[in-house]
């Protein structure tokens, strides 16, 4: 089971800014960076921050990421309905495994 | 342009042995990145499962340690997966994906994350 903890969902009107948190432990976090994927409907996951807040070429600038201590934050401005997908984080615990949060859908009403 | 491209069997017999395998294009595989193999079973979120490095290094998940074997082949470019003892829980989506991050010998570091992915191939658990 993952070590990561995200909600389950999120909600915003188009136009909107959503944020996503991920919290992990001292562990994985404490001495580490996070990545963030999208993974839309039907599709493999997408690299989309790496580094903590780095964004892969390609990736618009309405996606942001953050970290602090324990936890991270993925942000999303401007919805659009094209940004309908799941999220997660991911980064690495102690014991040389990879984690992966477990998952926040956004839905764009 | 990296592309990596999952094949093998669509049903496996419980109790059988899952293998898979991920053909590596536009890059070597014995650059210097990690190689790692992710499923996620039906409705739910991703599981990594392990990772390898060109030099034959490996990482597993605790949970299937005991079960997994990734190898690498790199004069065809291209690495596998092996998992035994398998059951429906095994049922899933497998990926491969490119891994850029930093291993030493007690830590790895997330510096770029994974990059690259296949497209998946889904893998079912059946009599």
């Known amino acids: 089971q993952s070590v990561l903890t995200q909600p389950p969902s999120v909600s915003a009107a188009p136009g909107q800014k959503v944020t996503i948190s991920c919290s992990g432990s001292s562990s994985n976090f404490g001495n580490n960076y996070v990545s963030w994927y999208q993974q839309l409907p039907g599709t493999a996951p997408k690299l989309l921050i790496y580094?903590?807040?780095k964004r892969p070429s390609g990736i618009p600038d309405r996606f942001s990421g953050s970290k602090s201590g324990t936890s991270a934050t993925l942000g999303i401005t401007g919805l659009q309905t094209g940004d309908e997908a799941d999220y997660y984080c991911?980064?690495?615990?102690?014991?040389?495994?990879?984690?992966f949060g477990t998952g926040t859908k956004v839905t764009v009403l | 342009q990296v592309q990596l491209q999952e094949s093998g069997p669509g049903l496996v017999k419980p109790s059988g042995t899952l293998s898979l395998t991920c053909a590596v294009s536009g890059d070597s595989i014995s650059s210097s990145y990690w190689w790692s193999w992710v499923r996620q079973p039906p409705g739910k979120g991703l599981e990594w499962i392990g990772a390898?490095?060109?030099?034959?290094?490996?990482n597993y998940n605790p949970s299937l340690k005991s079960r997994v074997t990734i190898s690498v082949d790199k004069s065809k470019d291209q690495f596998s997966l092996k998992l035994r003892s398998v059951t429906a829980a095994d049922t899933a989506v497998y990926y491969c994906?490119?891994?850029?991050?930093?291993?030493?010998?007690?830590?790895?570091?997330?510096?770029?994350?994974?990059?690259?992915w296949g497209q998946g191939t889904t893998v079912t658990v059946s009599s």
């Open positions: 991911g980064t690495w615990d102690g014991s040389l495994s990879r984690v």
């Open positions: 580094d903590n807040n």
């Open positions: 994906a490119r891994d850029r991050s930093y291993c030493g010998s007690d830590t790895c570091y997330d510096y770029y994350g994974m990059d690259v």
């Open positions: 390898i490095h060109h030099s034959g290094s490996t």
